[in-house]
Nanobody
Framework: QVQLVESGGGLVQAGDSLRLSCAAS???????MGWFRQAKGKEREFVAA????????HYADSVKGRFTISRDNGKNTLYLQMNSLKPEDTGDYYC??????????????????WGQGTQVTVSS
């Protein structure tokens, strides 16, 4: 089992930055970790993923150039640096871990473990 706990969400204005963190514990060997988000009334969507071992990354087109995913292997912590935030970035952000699979597998079904989510609200 892997336990994931997100933090760092909040209310910001358009153009501001936020950094989300996800602390992993338990069985921490995973192949890929990612961030998803879900706006009210919409389906959960892929944001970014990172290979835990190699550090290679993959982003949704909507966040490319604005968001950066990273990890600290020693701290078992995943990060999402979000810059130039837009109102359409508003939603609940979830950290997820996949025991196997590629960073290019963007469906939620590819991930085995999920955090409880942290809310991000971007006002215009």
């Amino acid at each position: 089992q892997v336990q994931l706990v997100e933090s760092g969400g909040g209310l910001v204005q358009a153009g501001d930055s936020l950094r989300l963190s996800c602390a992993a514990s338990g069985r921490t060997f995973t192949n890929t970790m990612g961030w998803f988000r879900q706006a009210k009334g919409k389906e959960r969507e892929f944001v970014a993923a990172i290979s835990w071992s190699y550090g290679s990354t993959h982003y949704a087109d909507s966040v490319k150039g604005r968001f950066t995913i990273s990890r600290d292997n020693g701290k078992n912590t995943l990060y999402l640096q979000m810059n130039s935030l837009k109102p359409e970035d508003t939603g609940d952000y979830y950290c997820a871990a996949a025991v196997s699979g590629s960073i290019y597998a963007t469906g939620a079904v590819a991930y085995n473990y999920w955090g409880q989510g942290t809310q991000v609200t971007v006002s215009s």
